[in-house]
Every structure is written in C-alpha cells, then in structure tokens.
C-alpha cells in the first residue's frame, strides 16, 4: 500500500471511530454525495452479477490493484494475484456460485473513501475430482472502498465473519 493511500486508510478508520464522539450539529463538509453512493451500488451490484456469472476478470475488476481480503481463519489475502489464488486455485476444483445475497445496512465515508456494513448470503457448488458438494452461508460483511485511477470506485479491504446462526 502506498504511504499515502495507508495514511488516508487509517485516517478513516480514526475518524470512524470517533465519530460518535462527535456533537450532532456538527458539519461534516467532506462526506459522501449522492452520486457516490449510487456508484459504490454499481459497484456493488457489478461484483455480485460477476460472482453470479462466473467472470473471474469482472469481480477482479471490482478490486484496488491493493485490495486485501481478510476471510475468517485466514491470514490477510493481498493484492490481485493472491486474491485470484485465494478464490480460483488452480488445484484442480471448481467452485461455482449459485446464488448471491448482499445486503446494506450502512454506507458512509468520504468522496475518496468509504466503507458498507451488510450481510451476505452465498450458495456455491464445489467440485474436485469425485467429489460435489453445495453449501450455503450467511455472515456478516465490512467492505473498504477507494476511489481509484480515473475516479472510479474499487473494493480496497473486504471481511467477512464467520457463518451467523440459521
């Protein structure tokens, strides 16, 4: 991650985390528009139809060339090329998503960075060899997003937790 882009990260998560500290008539000048909101949506809604459609390129291209996945029982999963190891291994199994549910219960941040909080459902087939399986979870989700080169929205940090209780 780039000093600069480190530093801006971090500033957020601060300025999250005292922003209940905060008075209510207090003015926040550089928060999120309208237009940022719906282009975080559009991202949003690109990921899950790339998940959906099996476009490995399409949800990569949803992703900060710095993205970071952070899965429950794992280390940190960095940068594009770990990400495509981490969810397409070339070990021989195919996993399909067959179903997907992502859910927004909060999105807020700055005209450069921003952060939603929901709850994901997923179903996915899995095969190796002779071996199918399906499965589906539902947890909850914090996702990280910047806005990159050209302006364009990107996923910088996703975690998600462990599955919630039927």
Known sequence: MTP???????ALLLSMALLPACSAGTDHPRQLTARDSSEIEGLR??????????DTVGVLATLDAEA???????????????????WWPTDGSRTTITAFDWTLDELAGTPDLAFTRGVSTVAWRYEKD??????TTRSTNLTI????????????RQMWGPPLPR
Not at 68 to 84: C, F, K, N, Q, Y
Not at 150 to 155: E, Q, V
């Open 4 to 10: 600069l882009r480190a530093h801006t990260c971090n």
């Open 130 to 135: 002779t071996v199918r399986s399906e499965q």
């Open 68 to 86: 970071v996945l952070l899965p429950p029982g794992h280390l940190p999963v960095t940068g594009r090329r770990a990400i495509r190891e981490f």
């Open 145 to 156: 997003l910047a806005r990159g080169a050209g302006g364009h929205w990107r996923i910088l």
């Open 45 to 54: 809604a690109a990921y899950v139809r790339a998940w959906l459609k099996d």
